[in-house]
């Protein structure tokens, strides 16, 4: 495992499972610090083993990204403290019924609040801890599904959510550059999750050090643009 030039303070969402999971392992391996926030921490017995393997390196926190009022218990809980890395993981596939012509309209409207408000309202959370940090940067999981350049007519809600996402954080981008707070989106590729289910192609691990390699190469320039699972930037 390679170790982080500088030591980092990373704040995962969604940190239980999955990617979030993975990240969480690989990030304090190498040396950083890790905020895993997650919705049920008393459930979370991965994450509880990695807490406790990693004692004050990595630490948990209770986090609904929908609800304000869990964000702003957190934003409380890690007070002044410079985050370096800012992880939008959280996300939801969205609801059984999502077709154009057979909508669960109150489940997406669920899925928007997690996926795309959640990400907006981290990011505004912890705005000052990013700026206490020397190279702050924000990277928000978004899927190829919310892509324009790409087709496909499943998953309608879902789709919507990522792409309003990657519309609102190329945005938020453009506002932040005075800041030099890097925001970028990145599609993990097809993984081996709960989300993505047995078939994919790729281990959380294989992904999640993909996006880790990305998130050291990011920087202002490269801030509002979509990557891919390789790190090669990929068309809205
Ligand atoms: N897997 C893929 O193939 C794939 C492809 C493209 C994009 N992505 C994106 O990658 C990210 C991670 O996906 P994954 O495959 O790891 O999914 P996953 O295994 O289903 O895990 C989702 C994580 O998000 C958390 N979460 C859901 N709603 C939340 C909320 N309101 N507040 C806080 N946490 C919440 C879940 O917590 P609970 O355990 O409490 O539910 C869980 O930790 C997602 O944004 C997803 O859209 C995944």
């Known amino acids: 495992m390679v170790k982080s030039a500088e030591p980092q303070t990373i704040l ?27 919705r049920n921490p008393a459930a979370a017995k991965e994450l509880q083993k990695l807490a406790h393997d990693h004692p004050g390196r990595l630490v948990i926190h209770a986090l ?3 609800e304000p009022a869990s964000v702003d218990r957190v934003r409380s809980a890690i007070g002044a403290r410079a ?11 969205g609801p059984d019924r999502q077709g154009a012509l057979d909508m669960d309209f109150a489940g997406w409207a669920y899925t928007f609040a997690v996926n795309t408000l959640g990400p907006m309202r981290m990011l505004k959370a912890f705005i ?10 924000v990277l928000n999981l978004t899927s190829f599904m919310g892509c324009f350049s790409t087709d496909g007519a499943d998953h309608i809600a879902y789709r919507a959510s990522k792409a309003a996402l990657n519309r609102a954080m190329k945005a938020a981008a453009a506002e932040l550059a005075a800041d ?12 081996r999750t709960a989300m993505g289910g047995p078939g994919a192609t790729l281990s959380p691990r294989d992904s999640a050090t993909g996006l880790i390699a990305l998130i050291d190469a990011l920087d202002v320039e490269k801030s509002g643009r979509l990557f891919g699972p390789d790190g090669a930037e990929h068309p809205w």
């Open 128 to 137: 000052a801890n990013l700026r206490a940090s020397a190279r702050p940067r």
């Open 83 to 93: 985050i370096d890395v800012l992880i939008n993981n959280a996300g939801v596939i």
């Open 180 to 191: 030099r707070i890097a925001i970028a989106m990145a599609h993990p590729g097809w993984v």
């Open 64 to 66: 609904d990204v929908a």
């Open 12 to 38: 995962i969402t969604g940190a239980n499972r999955g990617l979030g999971l993975e990240l969480s392992r690989q990030f304090v391996a190498r040396g950083s610090d890790v905020l895993a926030c997650a």
